[in-house]
């Protein structure tokens, strides 16, 4: 079983929405906030790299709070060291970002080298084009019902020609 690995790319951010709002301030680094899913309050601490900005939002946002939900997430920052995002309260971050899993699967050649990614229900993500016509022709047709089932059925298809299917836990 392959453990999940966070790249913290940020995309999963994005297509969520606004989820988290600022319940209250303790001070310029530690908040309370809420989660619009389950409806939980959680405290967040922020990132040293970050506390000034979401500081300054906060304080200029006042009362319309809701100023602070226009992006993606209140959260969700420029990363500096590259052209992405970074989410400033990873180490704090509520259940839902915690529990999100973007690939249930990696498929990896004989070698242990990842060639693929299965995300959603059985899409697949990959730059190797055998695995690719592989799973669109073969695996992708497979139906779903049973998740072990389709694990079990994936496998046999994939080590049938010398790739190894690895579920994340
Ligand atoms: S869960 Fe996936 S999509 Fe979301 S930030 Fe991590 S790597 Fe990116
Ligand atoms: S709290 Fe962090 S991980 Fe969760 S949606 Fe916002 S930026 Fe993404």
């Known amino acids: 079983m392959a ?9 999963c951010c994005v297509s969520l929405g606004p989820l988290i709002t600022i319940e209250r301030q303790l001070n310029d680094r530690d908040y309370y906030c809420r ?3 389950d409806n939980a ?9 970050y ?11 006042g009362l319309d709070r809701n100023s602070m939900d226009k992006k993606p997430c209140t959260f969700q920052r420029k990363n500096p060291d590259d052209d992405g995002t970074t989410c400033a309260i990873y180490t704090s971050r509520p ?17 242990g080298a990842i060639l693929g990614r299965v995300i959603g229900k059985n ?22 019902g049973n998740p072990a089932v ?10 049938e020609h010398g790739f190894c299917a690895d579920p994340v836990e």
């Open 150 to 159: 389709w694990i079990k059925n994936v496998a046999g298809i994939l080590a």
């Open 95 to 111: 259940a839902v970002c915690r529990d999100f899993r973007c690939y249930r699967m990696l498929i990896r050649n004989k070698e």
């Open 3 to 11: 453990v999940f690995e966070c790249e913290q790319c940020g995309k």
């Open 41 to 49: 309050i959680f405290p967040v601490h922020v990132d040293p790299a």
């Open 51 to 61: 506390r000034e900005e979401i500081a300054d939002e906060f304080a200029a946002a």
């Open 123 to 144: 899409t697949i993500r990959t730059e190797d084009a055998a695995l690719k016509k592989l799973w669109d022709e073969q695996a992708a047709a497979i139906p779903y």
């Open 35 to 37: 989660c619009k899913i």
